[in-house]
T-cell receptor, first 116, second 112 residues
Framework: EAEVAQSPRYKITEKSQAVAFWCDPISGHATLYWYRQILGQGPELLVQFQDESVVDDSQLPKDRFSAERLKGVDSTLKIQPAELGDSAMYLC??????????????FGPGTRLTVT | DAKTTQPTSMDCAEGRAANLPCNHSTISGNEYVYWYRQIHSQGPQYIIHGLKNNETNEMASLIITEDRKSSTLILPHATLRDTAVYYCIVRSGGTSYGKLTFGQGTILTVHP
């Protein structure tokens, strides 16, 4: 069964350092999402891509976070500089796209970030 | 999207049915009810969704009240592997567009 791949699975970094996460969605999935999940809370959307275009980044802290999906396939989420409050699980999800019908979001295993 | 209210936690004995309630009293006519679950240290997993009719798949059943203000997710024969956080989400339409807005969810613990 196809899966969403993420790396690394765990990352420890010092505050003020740069950190990057990678996501490879399920083949053929045009929509890609990055969510952040703080311990004890539900995931919160950071950014959504449709192919290579950003369609929703309203919750992305743009002063320090950036995301790209250059060829409309895999994606990178970057934080620079990292802050203590960025410690969280970063989840990537993908789905098919269509105006009619439901397409479930498939989630990857996530990257657990700890900022010290 | 309409807000949902779920109990913080529930317990269930292995082999018994687990019934997880969700209130969504402000749901509008074109909003669907979705259920996802998240097993510890994994990403969320889709379970089921519905508009107004009851739905069943290989994982669970979804019962939506006639006024659509609440719903119940039923796991007919809970196993230890069903221990997870269960999220009830209301979202417009049946399309893949748009984010999933997760709440706190219900922590379901299945015990032997």
């Amino acid at each position: 069964e196809a899966e969403v791949a993420q790396s690394p699975r765990y990352k420890i970094t010092e505050k003020s350092q740069a950190v990057a996460f990678w996501c490879d969605p399920i083949s053929g999935h045009a929509t890609l999402y990055w969510y952040r999940q703080i311990l004890g809370q539900g995931p919160e959307l950071l950014v959504q891509f449709q192919d290579e275009s950003v369609v929703d980044d309203s919750q992305l802290p743009k002063d320090r976070f950036s995301a790209e999906r250059l060829k409309g396939v895999d994606s990178t989420l970057k934080i620079q500089p990292a802050e203590l409050g960025d410690s969280a699980m970063y989840l990537c999800a993908s789905s098919l796209v269509g105006e009619r019908g439901f397409y479930e979001q498939y989630f990857g295993p996530g990257t657990r970030l700890t900022v010290t | 999207d309409a807000k949902t209210t779920q109990p913080t936690s529930m317990d269930c004995a292995e082999g018994r049915a687990a019934n997880l309630p969700c209130n969504h009293s402000t749901i509008s006519g074109n909003e669907y009810v979705y259920w996802y679950r998240q097993i510890h240290s994994q990403g969320p997993q889709y379970i089921i969704h519905g508009l107004k009719n009851n739905e069943t798949n290989e994982m669970a059943s979804l019962i939506i009240t006639e006024d659509r203000k609440s719903s119940t997710l039923i796991l007919p024969h809970a196993t230890l592997r069903d221990t997870a956080v269960y999220y009830c989400i209301v979202r417009s339409g049946g399309t893949s567009y748009g984010k999933l807005t997760f709440g706190q969810g219900t922590i379901l613990t299945v015990h032997p």
